[in-house]
């Protein structure tokens, strides 16, 4: 089974509308947390925002937010008031602790998102 | 505070070759991972370094892929002979730590080696 679904291949949104993209895991592990990264075409990998298992509240780092339902294994993320830069690949990634104590990151297969002007 | 460096940024070979490729994590970084992120997919991780000490190599094919890294710094990683299903972008990337703890470890990556296998 997946551990990371990522069920939009690609989306288009208007410029300044907001955008949802749906991220769901699998995981039997108490301990866990979910990732957001963007990836342009450049290539790199950039840290969007992190939502941990026993966060209470759902994440926020500026213009993105982490729609974290625990219960349903999902963790969307949501960016208010796309803009054009905003065209990107974006993954949704989970880490969990591996049988020796290290930090592992699965990946989804990602979302293209392009914005429209 | 420089990033995570990898060269080269672009490879084209042909399939048996070996290729090598070469990363420079950030300064103070102990742990040091390369991923593999085939066209279409997310990046998989093949070997995670703490220090110079391998952790994880389970997803490393290691009847052709090996990585080195020397003095706890710099790190290599080699294709030989290389196949047409290894064209992907090879990803690097560091982290202070790498033990999993209660608060989140980031990884910063690197551009990544786009390596085509003709």
């Known amino acids: 089974a997946q551990k990371i679904t990522q069920t939009q291949p690609g989306m288009f949104v208007q410029e300044k509308e907001a955008v949802t993209l749906d991220c769901t895991y699998d995981?039997?592990?108490?301990?866990?947390?979910l990732f957001w990264y963007k990836q342009p075409s450049s290539g790199e990998m950039i840290f969007l925002i992190y939502?941990?298992?026993?966060?209470?509240q759902n994440a926020t780092e500026g213009r993105y937010s982490l729609n974290f339902q625990k219960a349903r294994k999902s963790a969307n993320l949501v960016i208010s008031a796309s803009q054009l830069g905003d065209s990107a690949m974006y993954f949704c990634?989970?880490?969990?602790?591996?049988?020796?104590?290290?930090?592992?990151?699965?990946f989804g297969t990602g979302t293209r998102l392009t914005i429209i002007p | 505070e420089a990033g995570v460096a990898q060269s080269p940024r672009y490879k084209i070979i042909e399939k048996r070759q070996s290729v090598a490729f070469w990363c420079n994590p950030i300064?103070?970084?102990?742990?040091l991972y390369w991923y593999q992120q085939i066209l279409g997919q997310g990046p998989k991780l093949l070997i995670q370094?703490?220090?110079?000490?391998?952790?994880?190599d389970s997803q490393l094919p290691k009847d052709r892929f090996s990585a080195e890294r020397l003095k706890g710094v710099d790190s290599t990683l080699k294709i030989q002979p290389a196949k047409l299903e290894d064209s992907a972008v090879y990803l690097c990337?560091?982290?202070?730590?790498?033990?999993?703890?209660?608060?989140?470890?980031?990884?910063?990556f690197g551009p990544g080696t786009r390596l085509t296998v003709l």
């Open positions: 990337a560091s982290s202070l730590v790498g033990s999993f703890t209660s608060s989140y470890n980031e990884q910063f």
């Open positions: 995981t039997s592990d108490q301990s866990y947390g």
């Open positions: 939502q941990g298992s026993y966060d209470e």
């Open positions: 990634a989970m880490r969990e602790a591996t049988n020796f104590g290290n930090e592992k990151l699965t």
């Open positions: 300064s103070g970084h102990a742990t």
């Open positions: 370094f703490q220090n110079n000490g391998v952790v994880d």
